[in-house]
C-alpha cells in the first residue's frame, strides 16, 4: 500500500533563517505531487504540484521555492523566512487519473511550522 | 466569487442527530468532487467520492446536482467521533488540481 510521510513535525525557526521541508512517497510511481499551506482557521492554499521529476508548477509568488530531485520525493525550501511563512504545510499525492470520478488526493501528516 | 463555498458553521447537533452539509461550486465544468474530513491539527483524509447519481457509505449519504452546482452530505445517527471539520472539494476536469472549500465545522454533543 501506499505511504507518505513528511518531516519534521513540527519546527520553530526565526525570521530570515532558512527552511527545508522533505516529503517521500512509497508504494507508488510516478506520483503527482503537491504543497500545501494551512494558516490557523484557514483553508488549504496550494503551492507548488509536479507531475515528474524536475517539474515544478507553482501556483503563488511567494519567498517559497519547491523541487522534485527524485520521482518520490518532494521538498519545500526558503531561503529567508517570514512571519507569514507560519502555517500547516502538507505535502499529497495522487495517479495521474482517467474518468470523471477520480484524482482524489492523500495527505501525509503535516509539518507545523512556526515563524518567531 | 470563492470557487467553492461551505457554510463554516459551527454546526452544534445531540449525538443521534442527523446533519446535512451544503457546498457549491462555481466551475460548471468540474467533474470530480469529493468530501474531505479534517480533525483538529491533523492531515485532511479523503471521506468518500461524490458521484453523479448520489452514494451512500454507512451513515453517510452525499449527493450532487449538476444543474445548481451544489453538493450535499448527509450524516444519519451522528457518533461524538464525527467531529471534525468537513471540506468539501471539486476538480476540473483538465487540471490535476484539487480546489478545496474552507470547510465546515461540526461538533456533535453527548
Known amino acids: 500500500s501506499q505511504t507518505i510521510h513528511q518531516w519534521p513535525a513540527t519546527l520553530v525557526q526565526p525570521v530570515g533563517s532558512p527552511l527545508s521541508l522533505e516529503c517521500t512517497v512509497e508504494g507508488t510511481s510516478n506520483p503527482n505531487l503537491y504543497w500545501y499551506r494551512q494558516a490557523a482557521g484557514r483553508g488549504l492554499q496550494l503551492l507548488f504540484y509536479?507531475?515528474?521529476?524536475?517539474?515544478i508548477s507553482s501556483e503563488v509568488p511567494q519567498n517559497l521555492s519547491a523541487s522534485r530531485p527524485q520521482d518520490r520525493q518532494f521538498i519545500l525550501s526558503s531561503k529567508k523566512l517570514l512571519l507569514s511563512d507560519s502555517g500547516f504545510y502538507l505535502c499529497a499525492w495522487n495517479t495521474r487519473s482517467t474518468g470523471r470520478s477520480s484524482g482524489e488526493q492523500y495527505f501525509g501528516p503535516g509539518t507545523r511550522l512556526t515563524v518567531t | 466569487r470563492k470557487e467553492v463555498e461551505q457554510d463554516p458553521g459551527p454546526f452544534n447537533v445531540p449525538e443521534g442527530a442527523t446533519v446535512a452539509f451544503n457546498c457549491t461550486y462555481s466551475?460548471?465544468?468540474?467533474?470530480?468532487f469529493f468530501w474531505y474530513r479534517q480533525d483538529c491539527r491533523k492531515e485532511p483524509k479523503l471521506l468518500m467520492s461524490v458521484y453523479s447519481s448520489g452514494n451512500e457509505d454507512g451513515r453517510f449519504t452525499a449527493q450532487l446536482n449538476r444543474a445548481s452546482q451544489y453538493i450535499s452530505l448527509l450524516i444519519r445517527d451522528s457518533k461524538l467521533s464525527d467531529s471534525a471539520t468537513y471540506l468539501c472539494v471539486v476538480r476540473t476536469d483538465s487540471s490535476y488540481k484539487l480546489i478545496f472549500g474552507s470547510g465546515t465545522r461540526l461538533l456533535v454533543r453527548p
Open positions: 509536479s507531475v515528474g521529476i524536475g517539474q
Open positions: 466551475n460548471s465544468a468540474s467533474q470530480s
